[in-house]
């Protein structure tokens, strides 16, 4: 959600900048046309900015680090740890404020106009600075849970193999007693014949 706020808000800020460029040396009825496309760009970028979380989880509008969990790691001697991946986040608000602070209709000369047109610049350069590291974050963060899940398959191939093979060894021991069973009954069923036989030698 925050990666893709970020990639909105750097689309945004492109067309700002363009129109900015375009006010450059323009009449103040241009200039003034061009304020109102910049103010409800300004205005979409706060409402995706405001959009650009989940579940209350907030990565745009601050620039401190936060430290996810990532896995869970056993020592040989037994002892349990969890690994762990931190990132920054982005303070997209702060160059929605900056952005939304140009103002071209008011630029009357080429230095204010100029001036206004480095601003949007520069604030681009930011989103685009922000959303790349945003997405580095996710595809760290994607990488490592494919890595888990892999991990998990193997684990459970494993264990369901062990299970197996002794599902085999205890079958095969069964088999064996019930082999033992049958020669140990029919041994007794020639042991009870044998004199029956015998006896019927005298009759």
């Known amino acids: 959600t925050a990666r893709l706020g970020a990639e909105t808000l750097v689309d945004l800020a492109q067309q700002f900048s363009e129109r900015v460029a375009f006010a450059q040396g323009g009449t103040q009825e241009v200039r003034d046309d061009i304020q109102s496309e910049l103010d409800e760009l300004a205005a979409r970028m706060k409402t995706t900015i405001d959009q650009s979380t989940f579940n209350g989880t907030d990565y745009v509008n601050a620039a401190t680090t936060v430290t996810v969990v990532?896995?869970?790691?056993?020592?040989?001697?037994?002892?349990?740890?969890?690994?762990?991946?931190?990132?920054?986040?982005?303070?997209?608000?702060?160059?929605?404020?900056?952005?939304?602070?140009?103002?071209?209709?008011?630029?009357t000369t080429a230095t204010l106009q100029e001036t206004a047109l480095t601003t949007a610049e520069g604030e681009l350069a930011k989103a685009i600075a922000s959303a790349t590291k945003l997405g580095i974050a996710e595809k760290s963060i994607e990488t490592q849970k494919e890595f888990l899940g892999a991990l998990t398959d193997r684990l459970d191939g494993g264990v369901g193999s062990m299970i197996d093979a002794n599902m085999e060894e205890e079958a095969a021991r069964l088999q064996a007693l019930q082999v033992q069973q049958q020669l140990a009954t029919q041994s007794l069923s020639i042991a009870n014949s044998s004199p029956q036989n015998i006896l019927s030698l005298f009759r």
């Open 70 to 107: 990532t896995g869970i790691s056993r020592s040989s001697s037994g002892s349990i740890s969890t690994t762990k991946m931190t990132f920054m986040q982005q303070n997209l608000g702060a160059i929605q404020t900056a952005l939304d602070g140009v103002s071209i209709k008011s630029a």
